[in-house]
């Protein structure tokens, strides 16, 4: 009995002992959590510092998604004998010097995705890798400060394709206006005074006009989140049909020494570049019977930044 009764004190101490050691490591443990909260929330602060300071600010991230299959006598599917793939990349890139009287700020967007199904049965089918979504913007902005939030400012912007027909269409605008910066990271741009010049091999459907350019950028990085917002509209004064709108986000969540998840979504809505996909099936499109839908691609996979 006294084995017993010694036995179970024993076990009561043992657990007693645990738990009080368990509640003092917890009580450690949120000591510490609290300590490295205010450490990161000085080193957010001395980042902010640093990134106010004059001079070049560049960055870079991009997403890389990837999916190889194959199958052999399988053939609970239309085409039992196949291999398919589909490969993506995205990349966003920056390029800003801030200095006290002007700014000029440089950014690149590029996403390019291949596609392809090669039935093993037949002959006749492309076993290659094919293009499907294909974007590449290019933007340079030159602004003279006439105070912190305001300034004078010239933009340049050339969008295309690489992968297939390149600079077909492609647009260059180049106009001249007003920036307005709101917040650290945000730029307005307002032009009224924009040239929108078209580039294609269809001169009926793709025309050059004079027009408004509007372009708001967010380009922001925190810790381990990039984030990246583009909004560029051109507004013809000649005809509304040759205006058009372009909209990408991009997002990417650092893990694990550069390494991550990464989301692209984009909008886009052209007239002539609708006009001139319905002509090549009906001769007899105009922009008055254009069913004009908004266009859209999107991208997620690996994410990778420096």
Same mark, same amino acid.
């Given at each position: 009995?006294?084995?017993?009764?010694?036995?179970?004190?024993?076990?009561?101490?043992?657990?007693?002992?645990?738990?009080?050691?368990?509640?003092?490591?917890?009580?450690?443990?949120?000591?510490?959590?609290?300590?490295?909260?205010?450490?990161?929330?000085?080193?957010?602060?001395?980042?902010?510092?640093?990134?106010?300071?004059?001079?070049?600010?560049?960055?870079?991230?991009?997403?890389?998604?990837?999916?190889?299959?194959?199958?052999?006598?399988?053939?609970?599917?239309?085409?039992?004998?196949?291999?398919?793939?589909?490969?993506?990349?995205?990349?966003?890139?920056?390029?800003?010097l801030d200095q006290d009287k002007y700014f000029w700020r440089n950014s690149l967007n590029v996403n390019a995705q291949w596609v392809k199904l090669d039935n093993k049965d037949i002959d006749t089918d492309n076993e290659d890798f094919n293009g499907t979504t294909d974007v590449f913007n290019v933007t340079s902005l030159y602004g003279y400060k006439l105070s912190d939030k305001f300034a004078i400012s010239a933009l340049g912007e050339y969008r295309t394709s690489i992968i297939n027909n390149f600079n077909d269409p492609g647009y260059l605008d180049v106009g001249v206006g007003a920036t307005w910066t709101p917040i650290?990271?945000?730029?307005?741009?307002?032009?009224? &005074?924009?040239?929108?010049?078209?580039?294609?091999?269809?001169?009926?459907?793709?025309?050059?006009?004079?027009?408004?350019?509007?372009?708001?950028?967010?380009?922001?990085?925190?810790?381990?989140?990039?984030?990246?917002?583009?909004?560029?509209?051109?507004?013809?004064?000649?005809?509304?049909?040759?205006?058009?709108?372009?909209?990408?986000?991009?997002?990417?969540?650092?893990?694990?020494?550069?390494?991550?998840?990464?989301?692209?979504?984009?909008?886009?809505?052209?007239?002539?570049?609708? &006009?001139?996909?319905?002509?090549?099936?009906?001769?007899?499109?105009?922009?008055?019977?254009?069913?004009?839908?908004?266009?859209?691609?999107?991208?997620?996979?690996?994410?990778?930044?420096?």
């Open positions: 009995m006294k084995k017993v009764i010694f036995a179970a004190v024993a076990m009561f101490a043992m657990t007693y002992t645990n738990a009080q050691t368990i509640d003092e490591l917890k009580a450690e443990q949120g000591v510490k959590k609290d300590s490295v909260a205010a450490i990161q929330g000085r080193v957010d602060a001395l980042q902010g510092q640093i990134d106010a300071f004059p001079g070049w600010k560049k960055g870079i991230f991009g997403t890389i998604g990837a999916n190889l299959s194959g199958s052999k006598n399988w053939y609970s599917q239309g085409t039992p004998n196949n291999s398919s793939g589909n490969i993506g990349i995205g990349v966003n890139g920056f390029a800003n650290t990271d945000m730029v307005v741009v307002i032009h009224p &005074l924009n040239y929108n010049f078209v580039f294609a091999d269809n001169d009926a459907v793709y025309e050059s006009s004079l027009g408004a350019k509007i372009v708001v950028d967010y380009t922001k990085q925190l810790g381990a989140v990039n984030f990246k917002t583009n909004f560029s509209t051109f507004q013809s004064y000649s005809d509304g049909n040759l205006s058009n709108w372009t909209w990408i986000n991009s997002f990417g969540y650092t893990l694990w020494k550069g390494i991550g998840l990464g989301f692209e979504f984009g909008l886009r809505n052209n007239k002539q570049e609708g &006009l001139a996909n319905a002509l090549a099936t009906d001769t007899n499109a105009t922009f008055d019977s254009l069913d004009n839908k908004p266009q859209s691609y999107w991208l997620f996979g690996l994410n990778y930044s420096l």
